[in-house]
Structure formats: C-alpha cells, structure tokens
Nanobody, 123 residues
C-alpha cells in the first residue's frame, strides 16, 4: 500500500504560480514512476506530467509543457509540480499517482492515487 497526500493548492490570479507537493508513505517510493493529473468539473481526468524513478526523465502533456515542471526528491518521498503562468482553464482538482510501469504509463497503470488538492485560477 502507498498513501499519497497532496498539498499546495489554492486560489491564484491569472499568470501566477503554485507549487504542489505529494508526500508518499507506506512503501518504497523510489521504485515508482510518479505522475500528476487533474480533473475539472464535468471533464475527464487529464494526464499532466510524469517523472521516472530516478527523476532523470520527465514527460509532459502538450497543454502544460513549458509552464509546469515535475520533480521528485526520493530522500523526502515527495514529488512536486511547479506550475507557472497559470490560466483560468488550469482550474481543477490536482492529484498525484504512483505507477509501477514506465514513464509513458497509461492512466490505468497508476495504481495508487492521492485525494487531490484544488487549484483555482481567477481571471
């Protein structure tokens, strides 16, 4: 079992920044590919970014490439999502997840999920 707890969400103005954190516990964090996802009301869950076990490789959705940065600190069992140049359309619940698959895992390969943290971007 892996427990994932997100934090760092909140209300921010357009163009602002937020840094989300996802703290993991319960098993060896450093063996999992980690990903960030979001879901807005009435929309499907959307993949945002993934990071390899070592942190040496990352993968982003086109919608956030160049604005969001995923990173991880295996010593702290934590993965981060730095979000810059935020837009109202970034408003959603943001969740982290753990996969035993590769960097390009399908959403179904992510087996552990956090409860999420809300990000609201005002115009």
């Amino acid at each position: 079992q892996v427990q994932l707890v997100e934090s760092g969400g909140g209300l921010v103005q357009t163009g602002g920044s937020l840094r989300l954190s996802c703290a993991a516990s319960g098993r060896t964090f450093s063996t999992d590919t980690m990903g960030w996802f979001r879901q807005a009301p009435g929309k499907e869950r959307e993949f945002l970014a993934a990071i390899s076990i070592s942190g040496g490789a990352t993968y982003y959705a086109d919608s956030v490439k160049g604005r969001f940065t995923i990173s991880r600190d295996n010593a702290k069992n934590t993965v981060y999502l730095q979000m810059n140049s935020l837009k109202p359309e970034d408003t959603a619940g943001y969740s982290c997840a753990a996969s035993r698959g590769s960097l390009y895992s399908n959403m179904g390969d992510y087996v552990y999920w956090g409860q999420g943290t809300q990000v609201t971007v005002s115009s």
